[in-house]
């Protein structure tokens, strides 16, 4: 057990192979990507509303039905949807920013190690930016206001599939940047198996 954890070690140290650089450095586009597309998809319909709304979530902003979903939530005393509120998105272009820099560095001169530093980033990242998503859901529906017009249970919003909230029926599901960010994770584990794999076929015994 100790051999094999002295061959693991001494592994990490050693570079990476090309093909695997040559992946890290066609990453970046989906990383890119990633800032201008839509993370995350919410739609809402309901009687009075057949075509549905709309929210789209990026990176850096809301777009969509923002003016109508806000006027309904001051019906139910929810917070609007705004910059204020919604300051939890400035980082994470921030975030996907550092991601392309230590990207393009382990690229350039990086090792094995450097390549699994990279890898916890990133799972890091996600489920940080995940469990913030899910906490401000969470807030949205239980801070509300007590002296709003029409007085409901606090609630937790849909997070992933569907869900009926009062007689809108919602859908909460990741859009294209998601997808783009989970197509750089799967390069990222394709890139850390082929170096582990050479790796510990050059290790000594």
């Known amino acids: 057990m100790s051999d094999l954890f002295h061959r693991f070690d001494r592994a990490l140290a ?6 695997s650089r040559l992946l890290l450095v066609a990453l970046v586009a989906p990383l890119a990507l990633a800032l ?23 990176a850096h902003t809301v777009t969509g039905d923002v003016q109508e979903i ?26 996907i920013g550092v991601l392309v820099l230590l990207c393009l560095r382990v690229a350039a001169i990086g090792n094995l190690r ?8 990133f799972l890091y990242f996600s489920a940080f930016s995940f469990a913030r998503f899910v906490y401000k859901l969470y807030v949205f529906g239980h801070e509300l206001d007590p002296k709003a017009a029409i007085t409901i249970d606090p609630f937790m919003p849909g997070v992933l599939g569907s869900k009926q909230i009062a007689n809108f029926a919602t ?3 990741p859009a294209s940047g998601s997808l783009w960010l989970a197509l750089f ?4 584990a394709a890139a850390l198996a082929w170096n582990l794999a050479a790796a510990l076929r050059r290790a000594p015994a």
Do not use: K
């Open 14 to 19: 050693g570079p990476l192979v090309t093909r």
């Open 36 to 58: 201008t597309a839509p993370l995350w998809s919410m739609q809402f319909r309901a009687p009075q509303y057949p075509e549905g709304l709309e929210l789209q979530i990026f």
């Open 70 to 95: 806000n006027t309904l939530n001051h019906y139910i005393g929810m917070q609007r949807i705004d910059r204020a509120a919604l300051s939890d998105l400035d980082w994470l272009p921030f975030g």
């Open 114 to 121: 450097a390549l699994v530093d990279l890898t916890v980033l």
């Open 171 to 173: 859908t909460s599901l």
């Open 185 to 188: 994770g799967l390069g990222l």
